[in-house]
């Protein structure tokens, strides 16, 4: 086995930051706005890098589909630790309609062109919430695959991975190659320390194209409309008891 | 210590000693020699818990400089007095005691007052009138904004009234050109910066309290925070306040320019009276613009002059992005991963700083940063570290410094400290104190605003103890007088350390502000009890 594990990182909107939607209705406001890497895709770098600390495999490589920006994501892996990154450039009308079936064809042709040993990848994205990247791409490269994992262990050609499932926690055992999704509880992420920071500027990030991979990039989907949820109405404060019976049935309520 | 620092402290010490016995209330009144209330009918049903009630101070002895005085001879509340309130503040004159009681007690839980009156008013008007009657029935006021202060000077210390500015909460204008916010002095100032975050500015002052703390309360106690290194204090970037007066005048200084050198800058004398002087009830404040890329890096050093030498490195290299510079011992860190489960995000280090940077340019602003940390790690300054660019792992960073506060309170009871002194002394009083306590303390802990010479030093013991409280103070003030420190940095005095003013100021000074506050509050009914020493001389 070559030892190699794939790694999937996303850039999207940080977590922490008030989503606006765009006065037009096509999508979220995403200009000038902190984007980061997805934390379900800094828990799967961080199990991958894992098992390199554990000599279970020999090599981290990180991708990430998208434009310019997304090298400063790759950047983060590699301070968590990956060994070096590829960078599949993505931009414009392409990147406003890159989806998972994409996504999945890209890395499909990346685990082969690497001999992969592995593939983890985030459970989803917070900004789309599919939830399908992982299970497209171990179906494009007919592998197995482990979602929701929340623990994982080699052993040999086999890979022992615990699922979180809605009755509980099951576990399976699967062979390698393997596509794996990271859940929450999998890990906890590191804070990447300055001196793998300082190292990480000098690791490879290669340049690479959908076309080269022979990936088409046509989307089926079309996004008619984006809406903010309803805006949840304030609350009405009452003095007493009788005030809030005569509320209750003024709004028809009682 | 040098034996010169020594020999000077020790008469320094016999000075303040003899000084600080003229402070001794001789009299020994207690709360059952109180003249029966039976002129009051109101408080006749509650005389007795009134009477049997205690206040639950530090358990000092009554000659300890912390202690309350004895209540003065102000007026009592009566049915009359409460028909008045009600009559100008319907539904927001608060007398039942459950309502009251959480304004009775402060933030930590140390000093608790047996006011049986809040007030909440909703506009200037309305203090004015409070006021003006409150001063012609010579009844004392305690003024409350968040209640978030740590030197007892939130709350009453017997039946003030308490005049609550939570209800007075409205945004009055901004100006997007200059910067400049005017509102009412009961917002939040958590809210304040969701406003102005919105529109592309920030408030010139942060602190851990910032959910609950109030502007008008931030103002009356000079509040200094995570930004003072950047900004400056309130003292530069408050522009005008609207204060009302004891006697219920209304001083309109609520001015919105940078520049006005027209006459006695009258503002200046109320940041900082801690609600002594007046009532603050609107303030017009200066804000920056939002940077557009703000950097947090968690740094941690093996010794503190490596954190000094390292801060020197920080300003030069860093200079005008840096915007605050913090400092965390190791205790520290045990509390956060013990009390909050907090996790070290670097290896285990004797000292951790955070340093944020804020600008205009994050590629700019990157790129100083990784010149400066390449240098603070090749010259072996920091052992180790992180840096967060990301909203959420800079909040993850920042509340490694900003919730010591709290892991604090889950550790047992806290005696906090506020002390200015020269940078390079700072962690000299926490080893000395370590020293000096020994094993009568849970835990010695540093922290603070290392970069603004401010040192936090809190100790912690199972249960209040007496015989502990004795063996901290006065060590930790003479120690402080003996650099010309001051003893409270940025907290204030309040009731618990208004006694203590003379070891960080001359008695001339003191003297002064006396006369001031008797022009200002003739009948001394503002928050009587706090700031200024019961023995003016």
Redesign the interface.
């Known amino acids: 086995m070559s030892g190699r594990v794939l790694v999937g990182v996303k850039r999207v909107i940080?977590?922490?930051?008030k989503i606006r939607v765009k006065p037009d209705n096509s999508g979220v406001v995403t200009d000038?706005v902190?984007?980061?890497?997805n934390p379900f895709c800094e828990i799967a770098v961080e199990e991958a890098v894992k098992l390199k600390e554990k000599k279970l495999i020999k090599e981290v490589v990180a991708v990430s589909c998208g434009p310019q920006q997304s090298q400063e994501t790759i950047r983060t892996a590699l301070a968590m630790g990956a060994d070096r990154g590829i960078h599949v450039e993505v931009a414009g009308k392409d990147y406003e309609t890159l989806g998972p079936l994409q996504v999945s064809k890209i890395m499909a042709a990346l685990a082969k062109k690497e001999e992969a040993q592995l593939v983890i990848l985030g459970k989803q994205a917070i900004d789309d919430d599919c939830n399908q990247t992982g299970q497209m791409t171990a179906a494009l490269l007919d592998w197995p695959q482990g979602t929701f994992a929340s623990e994982v262990s080699l052993d040999g050609d086999k890979v022992k991975v615990v699922r979180e499932i809605d009755g509980g926690l099951e576990t399976i055992k699967i062979s390698t190659p393997a596509v794996l999704t990271a859940d929450l509880r999998l890990n906890?992420p590191r804070?990447?320390?300055?001196?793998n920071?300082?190292k990480a500027?000098k690791k490879k990030i290669a340049n690479v194209k959908p076309a080269d991979l022979g990936v088409d990039l046509t989307s089926r989907l079309e996004v008619l409309r984006v809406d903010e949820p309803p805006q949840r109405q304030a609350g009405v404060k009452v003095?007493t008891v009788e005030d809030l019976v005569g509320k209750l049935k003024e709004t028809g309520r009682i | 210590m040098s034996v010169c620092v020594m020999a000077g402290i020790f008469q320094r010490t016999v000075r303040l000693r003899a000084a600080l016995r003229h402070l001794c209330p001789h009299s020994t009144l207690t709360c059952a020699a109180r003249p029966s209330p039976a002129d009051s009918p109101f408080l006749a049903c509650g005389s007795g818990q009134f009477v049997a009630s205690t206040r639950k101070l530090h358990a000092e002895p009554k000659s300890s400089p912390a202690a309350a005085p004895e209540r003065l001879p102000f007026s009592r509340v009566t049915e009359e007095d409460l028909a008045y309130f009600r009559k100008i503040l319907p539904g927001r004159t608060i007398t039942d005691p459950d309502l009251v009681e959480s304004s009775n007690v402060d933030w930590l839980r140390t000093v608790k007052g047996s006011s049986e009156v809040l007030l909440r008013p909703q506009t200037t008007e309305e203090v004015s009138q409070i006021l003006r009657y409150c001063n012609s029935r010579n009844l004392a006021v305690n003024p409350q904004g968040g209640n978030t202060g740590l030197v007892g000077g939130s709350v009453p210390v017997y039946d003030e009234i308490i005049l609550s500015t939570s209800l007075m909460n409205n945004i009055l204008t901004f100006d997007n050109i200059s910067g400049i916010l005017t509102c009412q002095a009961g917002c939040v100032l958590e809210n304040l910066s969701l406003y102005l975050e919105e529109r592309d500015f920030i408030m010139p002052l942060d602190l851990g309290a910032k959910g609950s703390c109030q502007i008008g309360g931030n103002v009356a106690t000079n509040a200094g925070g995570l930004r003072l290194l950047r900004y400056g204090s309130l003292h530069g970037t408050v522009l005008g306040l609207e204060v009302v007066l004891a006697d219920g005048r209304v001083l309109d200084c609520l001015a919105t320019l940078r520049k006005d050198n027209t006459g006695y800058d009258l503002k200046q004398l109320f940041i900082g009276s801690e609600g002594t002087l007046g009532v603050i009830t609107a303030v017009s404040i200066l804000c920056p613009r939002k940077p557009k890329s703000v950097n947090v890096v968690f740094l941690g050093c093996e010794t503190f002059e490596q954190l000094l030498k390292t801060f020197q490195l920080c300003r030069g290299m860093l200079g005008e992005i840096l915007s605050a510079f913090e400092f965390l011992d190791s205790e520290c860190m045990r509390l956060l991963n013990t009390h909050l489960k907090l996790p070290n995000p670097i290896s285990d280090c004797p000292f951790y700083i955070v340093i944020e940077t804020s600008g205009s340019d994050p590629e700019h602003d990157s790129q100083k940063l990784h010149n400066f940390l390449e240098e603070a790690m090749t010259s072996t300054l920091v052992t180790d570290g992180t840096v967060a660019t990301e909203e959420s792992k800079i909040k993850a960073l920042w509340s490694m410094r900003e919730r010591v506060t709290e892991a604090l309170t889950h550790d047992g009871f806290t005696y906090k400290y506020d002390i200015s002194l020269p940078v390079e002394r700072i962690y000299q009083l926490v080893t000395d104190m370590r020293q000096h306590l020994g094993d009568r303390a849970k835990s010695v802990v540093g922290y603070g605003h290392v970069g603004d010479g401010n040192l936090h030093l809190n100790i912690t013991s199972p249960a209040k103890d007496p015989a502990l409280l004795a063996a901290i103070e006065p060590f930790v003030y003479e120690w402080t007088a003996g650099c010309q420190g001051s003893i409270s940095a940025e907290h204030g005095l309040g009731l618990k350390k208004r006694n203590y003013i003379y070891y960080s100021k001359p008695s001339q000074a003191v003297a002064l502000m006396g006369n001031i506050k008797a022009m200002l509050d003739p009948k001394g009914i503002l928050n009587p009890y706090k700031t200024l020493p019961d023995n003016l001389k």
């Open positions: 940080d977590y922490a930051v000038g902190k984007h980061s890497m906890t804070y990447a320390t300055l001196p920071i300082m500027k003095e």
